[in-house]
């Protein structure tokens, strides 16, 4: 009898071994009524250490975790994960810096290169990216794959930077102390100002309830496909920014947006200068009668407000048409949070209105079968290109209005013919790029007026580029019938 007692307690202390490694808890802070709402469904797994205003610093299991996205959420993991039980408790009480009221004015003046660049955002390349991410099985931030995912995409965006000869780019990994998994960050320097900053950034990582089957195709390879694509496009132009642009593929954001937090807090503890921060986490599922849903909570107004007027301007028709709404999203949904809790300007335009989203995410199905094409993405990178243009603005192609109208250029009978007598300087060459973005035609510029044969080249648009020299040129889109 004695002998069955003791088998029964070592079976019992072995199941409760088990069950402590499989319910890991972290400290974290998260929405004070999400907090009440997971101890009152979980009293046993969720600790709150402290309430202040709206929040509350948790101690709580992984299952908790898993708990509160499934019943409060509909993206992201609702919490940011906190160090300690000190930081966590010392989160609630730190103000974010006030962002001054003329933090920057923000404009629209580059209509040549972001109307050039949205011709050049090419939907094919954002399908192949996703697909080269969705083919790692998972990018779960725990394993040794998700270092490897990094790894693989710093030597392709330092690949792209060299194709088109970009000396002023950079790709670093940015290693955490809360994950393994480091983040990636391409930085491409400000010809004018390089210590004002302007950032697209979206997570790396992916999650499932089986973690060795996270294929993580919207959820987020689509926002880094998506930014990576409008990077590749600014580079076809040329463009030179007078800001310094990073681009940054988070570590860990699904269990607690463990990379972006600990970027941006470093970036407001040394007081960089950061303009603006925008989030693309999940950008190709199709699920509401509009494209684009901004999210008016954790964001800022003004931020959210310039995105809108870009969309008036360069979007309310044609065959760059995006249409856009407004959505909430809750606490701690995305990195966007991690920039907003630090006091930067920060938005998030998501792919649907929440609820109208991928249900599939953080699931094996979660695969880009799911959508079939990266058209809806491909939205989304036209507006990430108009983003990263107009806020950074450019140096190198920036030119006058006037020498813009003196430029006329049309296509007629298998020629393209061009007047360039209005303009007050010389033009050296003539470029033509496909609307993949591909150099089809390069010839030099004799006189102010002539022609070049386009009679081998298929039907389609197309951007003409007149050179002026290394720092000046002007683009216009022309279309070969």
Known sequence: MKKLHLITLVVLLLSFNSFAQE???????????????????????????????????????????????????????????????????????????????????????????????????????????????????????????????ANDLKDKWEAMASLYG????????????????????????????????????????????????????????????????????LFE??????????????????????GSAEIAEEYADNNVDVISVVQFDMTNYNGSAIDVSFISDYTNGTLNSFLMELIDHYNSDGVHTITYGTSLCNYGCSDHASWTSEGYMAAFPFEANFGQHNSNIHSPDDTFSVSGTADHAAKFSKLCAEYLIESAKSNVLSVDDILVNAVAVFTQNGQLIYNLEAASRDFTSIILYDIQGKKVLEAPIISKTGNVSTQSFSKGVYVATFVVDSETSVSKKVIIK
């Open 23 to 149: 319910t890991k808890s972290i400290y974290a802070t998260m929405s004070l009524s999400d907090a009440l709402e997971l101890k009152k469904d979980l009293p046993d797994e969720v600790e709150i250490l402290e309430k202040r205003r709206n929040e509350a610093a948790v101690y709580f299991t992984d299952h908790a975790g898993h708990y509160l996205h499934d019943k409060v959420l509909v993206h992201g993991p609702g919490y940011i994960f906190k160090n300690s039980e000190e930081d966590a408790i010392a989160a609630l009480y730190k103000e974010a810096k006030e962002i001054p009221a003329n933090k920057m004015a923000f404009t629209i003046t580059e209509d040549v290169l972001v109307n050039a660049a949205l011709d050049l955002v090419n939907t094919q390349n954002i399908e192949d990216h996703i697909l080269e991410l969705e083919g790692y099985g998972t990018r779960y931030h725990a394993f040794p794959i998700a270092i490897d995912v």
């Open 166 to 233: 970009r000396t002023d780019v950079s790709v670093r990994l940015y290693n955490h102390t809360n994950t393994n998994m480091p983040s990636v960050i391409m930085t491409i320097e400000g010809d004018v100002t390089p210590d004002e900053f302007v950032i697209v950034g979206g997570h790396l990582d992916s999650t499932s309830w089986d973690d060795n089957d996270a294929p993580g195709a919207d959820d987020d390879a689509s926002g880094i496909a998506t930014m990576t694509e409008s990077v590749r496009a």
């Open 237 to 258: 132009l040329g463009f030179v920014p007078n800001r310094t642009i990073e681009v940054m593929a988070y570590a860990a954001e699904e269990v607690g947006l463990v």
